[in-house]
Structure formats: C-alpha cells, structure tokens
C-alpha cells in the first residue's frame, strides 16, 4: 500500500499561550513545538496498515523549514518518506493549506490519505475535508476504527451517542481520531533511522487566503464562585440564580 | 500538576541537535506514560517493575551508546546521558538497572569479550531478553576493591570460582553476572550463568533505599565456568575501574533527573500552597531553596553537556568524571532534601515523590565510588598525591 500521512507541527499542549504583538495570532516566542497529537494516530494507523500489507508510509507536512523536527518525529515512528510543501508560515486560511497539499498528493498515486482529525492549535478540523473535495475522493472524519478487505475500506466514526459505520472504495482520505489505535513510542533505532531519511522539499504556489483572522482574545477570567446557602432552604435561591445570574437551567 | 516540561533557565537545549532532543522527549513520553504511574507502588512494595524491562529493550535504552551491528542503538554519549536522566526522573532504581545493564555489563563484554560472546550476549542484552549484572565489591572490599578475596583457579578444563559479591544491583534477576575474581593473583573478568551450579544469588531485603531496585548478595562456592567464558582482554583491576568510569557518567546525568523532579515538583506546591493567605513561594526562606535547587541543577547540566561532548571526543579523563558525579549527586540529594522541606509533612506522604528520590539519591551518593573517595580521585589529579593508598 501507498499511504501518505499529513501531519502539522503544534505548540506543546502544555504551552502556555501568549498573544503575539499583531493581536492577529498566538507569540511563538519560547514555544515548544511537537507533532500534533491526533496527527500520531494517522501515522500509527498507516505504519500498521503497511507492516501488514506492505507498502510504504510518506510524511508530508507544510511550512518553513523550522518544521522539519516534527517531520522527522514522525518519521522516527517508522514511516519511510517525507515531503516538506515550502512555506514561509502556516496559512491562516486552511483552504490555502488543503489545494496546497491537494497539489501534492495528487501526484503520489496513494491508496489512503490520512490527516489528524484536527489540530489542537486552530482547531479548524477541515483541511482532510477540504483535501478530499479538491482530490474528489470519499472522506470519513473522525475515525476511532478502520479495516480493509481487499479494495473495500470500512470505518467507524465517532458520531453524537454513537458510532457510525462506512464503507468507501480506495483510493479515500481518513482522519483520525483518539481510540483508533495506541501510538508507539519513538525507539532510538527509529530515531537514528530518520535522521538518515531525505525529506523532499517541494514548491507550490499558495492561494491567497479567503479568510483573514481580526483579533484572537484570551477567554474572560473565570470568577470565584458563591455559597448561595445550605441545605435545602438554599435550593430556590440557587434555581433562581443557575436560571438568572447564570442563565444555564 | 501539569506535564513535566524539563528544567532549562540557560537555554541549554539550543545546545543540543534535534536528534538528542528528540531522544530525550521520547524518553521523556514513556517515562510518564508507563513509569511514574506504577513506580511509587513499587517502591512501597520493593519490588522491581520487570515489566518495563523488554519496553526499554524495544526502545533501545539499553547500552544505547554501543554499535549497531551488536544490536544496540549506537547513538553518542550526550544522548545516552540524557536518557539516563530522564530515566532516573522517573526512579534512581530504574536509571540503576540501565546503568548496569549497558555501563557493567554490555561495555565489559564489548570491551573485553571473545567475538563470540559479543554476539551472543550483547543483541540479548540489548533487547531486554537477558538481564545482568555486575560483581565487584564484596562485604571487605568497597572502596578497595583492589584487596578482593574472591578467586578463579584453572583446574586444566574449568575455572572454580569461590567467594562472595555484595550490593550488586540486578543481581537475583540477572541471567548473567560479570564477575571480577583473582586468577594467580590478577583481577579478571568472568561470565556466570544463572543457574550454575555453585553460584547463588540471594536478595538482600529490607532496604530503606532503591527500594524498586533488586539489590543481591553474589555467592560463589566451588563454582565451576566454562574455560569460554573469562573475559580475555581482561588484565586487571582497571578493567574493572573502567567500567565504572561509564556507570559513574551516566550517573552524573542521572541525578539531574533526579533533582529535576523534586525542583518541579516544589515549586508547583509552593506556588499553590496557602499559608498566612499567600502562597508560601511568596517567602523569601523558599525562594532561596528554590534558587539553590535552580542554580544547582543550571551547573550540573552544563558540567554534564561538556564531559559529554568530552567523552564524544574521546578526550574524557575520569578524574573528570569524578567531578561530576561527586558534584551532581550531592547536589540532587541536597535538592531533594530541600523539597521535602518545602513539602512539609506532605512530604513523606506517598503523594509525592521528592521523599523517595531523596531515599533513593542516599544510596546514588555513596554507590560506584562514595563521594569522599571521588573528592579523592580529583584531589590525586590535582596535586599528584594519591590520599587513600
């Protein structure tokens, strides 16, 4: 199997984040940078599906060269190659990002596309949907369990109050969600072997963004909260409040 | 309490390549998915966490600065010392176990072993599928290891060995034991199997230290080895001095985890802790311990990062060495004093962790060389007068 991998490079979940100067975006000063979290279950998901089937793994991520660390993370997990789409930044606008990587993908020939099904940092969850319209290939988002018979693919996807289950023809595009499978660790075999991989690096022309971000804001600080009373002469003070003050009930 | 995220106030890490980074997060993710969940319990209980031991092997954390072809990591020394970190973040007894399987057991065979048992035992070692472990001191012979009473005599088909081992780590789960013995009066090395006849390993129990670490007694009674299994380029003593030479390096990295763990782990209490309606690193009695602990373990990690880059080089000298271990382990046991400090009676509480490094780093400060003999070692360097023969 040909499977390509999109991954992106996010702060650490433990970052804390700080408002960059432009008030347009997060500071990248002192961040920490990793691959982002559900990226690791695609690349999971991929290297299982080749250590069973054969095949190979490609890594393909967007942006500068200050990327490549996380392109050889995943590398070190197991797959075999990597392609780096040059770009002076991450695009604000992820249509940008899906032709970009659309462009890209079309000329690998792959039988499965996966993505993340999100990315913690803008939390856009659309670029794997984006992908799949450009391409015109059948998508499932969302996806905690995947499993191939010859050229039939069928998934299960995380829905409201349960899971839905898909069948879609190969070639498809997948992205996936916690609970599909374990990601292994990094071992130092895998490490030393990445850092002998080439990652290809390619141009593409970017679109120009349809989508331009104003302002981002931290959220309000959370308020101390309050001791309407005890026991049960409390209770109406309290529905009065949750329904007024509180406005949730 | 939020992820570990390292200690770094000098921008240490833009001194290290991507690959060594990225060496030490990997470490980092495993020990607080698979280690710090289980570790205090087994501490509690004294028990070793077997368990983790073919994780560490898939992982190749084991004799990880070793070539290739043997099966091993082969990545440089840097990278090794900072596992060695963050494996003892997590316990000084899992660190220990590593430190012996790769510095005591896999360099001695690298060293100075027969092609055939590089290739027998190393792949194995590696891997986690055996275990070993290394005699030395004996209940005289501590820090003169030179008077050892054990003995090897070639009786024409075998050597027999007799005599006895002591505070040797891994020592009721090793399959295999790199034991130094005295053949006609020269320090050599020798391979015993578990199992052979004449040879026991009985735990030594009850210990208020490493507790999830297994300490044994090595006892040799007309035990009967193989001709193949001395180790041949053994010569003397200073095989076996070597050989400490690399635990006591990882060791120097060691303790910084160690120290790592307690400096975060008070300074998160400090700063939720109320006392007198303000947090208590609010006082200025905790931030100076604070700042001990954060000025201790900045010069720790650049006294490590060169002897690592030293050691890379080839231009380590142990004296050297002595240095840093005398130095990071008195400090990481200073450090882990002080926490337990600011912990209060929290601290003794199985809650929190800095107690049991603190335990654990008594040990660290006296085990492969006690720190006064280190002190020693760098005193004859300096001044060209030996003090302790």
């Not at chain 1, 015109?136 to 995947?146: E, M, Q």
């Not at chain 1, 991989?197 to 989508?211: M, N, Y």
């Not at chain 2, 690959?19 to 470490?27: A, W």
């Not at chain 2, 020798?190 to 507790?211: W, Y």
């Amino acid at each position: 199997m040909n499977i390509a991998v999109c991954v992106k490079q996010v702060p650490d979940t433990e970052t804390r984040p700080k408002i960059d100067p432009s008030g347009k975006k997060m500071s990248e000063e002192g961040v920490k940078w990793i691959l982002n979290p559900y990226d690791e279950f695609a690349v999971e998901e991929a290297l299982q599906l080749v250590e069973k089937n054969g095949g190979e793994v490609t890594v393909i991520s967007l942006g500068p060269a200050a990327v490549e660390p996380t392109i050889r993370a995943a590398l070190a997990m197991g797959a075999q190659k990597a392609i780096r789409i040059e770009a002076e930044e991450n695009p604000a606008d992820p249509l940008v990002t899906a032709k970009a990587l659309a462009e890209v993908l079309k000329q690998g020939n792959y039988d499965l596309i996966f993505f993340g099904k999100q990315a913690i940092d803008d939390d856009y969850a659309q670029v794997p949907q984006m992908v799949a319209t450009a391409l015109d290939l059948p998508c499932a988002t969302v996806v905690v369990k995947l499993d191939i018979e010859g050229e039939k693919l069928t998934v299960e996807r995380e829905i409201e109050g349960g899971k839905e289950k898909l069948s879609l023809s190969m070639p498809a595009v997948i992205s996936a969600q916690k609970g599909l499978n374990e990601p292994r660790y990094r071992s130092l075999k895998g490490i030393m072997k990445a850092k002998k991989i080439p990652i290809e690096t390619v141009q593409v022309e970017l679109a120009s963004g349809q989508l331009e971000i104003e302002k981002v804001k931290f959220p309000p600080e959370k308020q101390p909260g309050k001791i309407v009373g005890k026991g049960a002469d409390a209770v109406p003070e309290l529905v009065r409040l949750l329904h007024e003050e509180a406005k949730v009930i | 309490m939020g992820k570990f995220q390292g200690v770094d106030f000098y921008d240490i890490d833009s001194l290290l390549s991507e690959e060594e980074k990225l060496i030490r997060d990997s470490v980092r993710e495993w020990v607080e998915a698979e280690v710090l969940p289980i570790i205090e319990e087994h501490y509690q209980q004294a028990k070793f966490p077997l368990h983790l031991v073919p994780q560490m092997g898939e992982m190749g954390l084991l004799g990880s600065n070793l070539p290739e072809e043997y099966g091993c990591a082969e990545i440089n020394n840097v990278a090794y010392g900072l596992i060695m970190q963050e494996l003892e973040r997590g316990d000084s007894g899992l660190r220990s176990f590593a430190s012996v399987q790769g510095a005591l057991v896999m360099y001695p065979i690298f060293t100075w072993g027969s092609e055939e048992q590089k290739r027998y035992w190393l792949p194995r070692l590696a891997s986690g599928e055996k275990i070993g472990c290394f005699g030395l001191t004996e209940p005289d012979y501590g820090s003169n290891p030179g008077g050892m009473k054990t003995t090897a005599v070639d009786d024409g088909d075998a050597y027999i060995l007799n005599g006895a081992k002591m505070w040797i780590t891994n020592g009721s789960i090793a399959d295999v034991a790199v034991v130094w013995a005295k053949l006609d009066g020269v320090v050599r090395g020798f391979l015993v199997e578990k199992g052979t006849p004449g040879f026991s390993a009985p735990e030594i129990k009850n210990k208020h230290s490493l507790r999830a670490s297994v300490t044994s007694e090595l006892v040799f009674q007309d035990c009967q080895i193989p001709k193949e299994n001395i180790l041949p380029g053994t010569s003397g003593l200073k095989n076996a001095l070597s050989c400490l030479t690399q635990a006591r390096y990882g060791i120097a990295w060691g303790a910084l985890g160690a120290a790592m763990a307690c400096y975060d782990e008070a300074l998160n209490y400090s700063q939720t802790r109320i006392q007198f309606d303000r947090p208590i690193a609010s006082f200025q009695l905790i931030q100076d311990k604070l700042v001990y602990m954060l000025n201790e373990i900045t010069k720790g990690q650049l006294l490590v990062l060169q002897l690592g880059r030293l050691k890379d080089q080839g231009k380590m000298h142990f004296a050297q060495v002595s240095l840093a271990k005398r130095n990071n382990v008195y400090h990481a046991l200073e450090i882990a004093r002080l926490a337990r400090d600011i912990l209060a009676a929290n601290g003794i509480s199985s809650e929190y962790q800095s107690m049991r490094h603190m335990c654990n780093l008594e040990s660290v400060k006296t085990y492969e060389g006690t720190h006064d003999i280190h002190t020693l070692i760098v005193g004859e360097k300096i001044t060209g007068i030996s003090a302790f023969v």
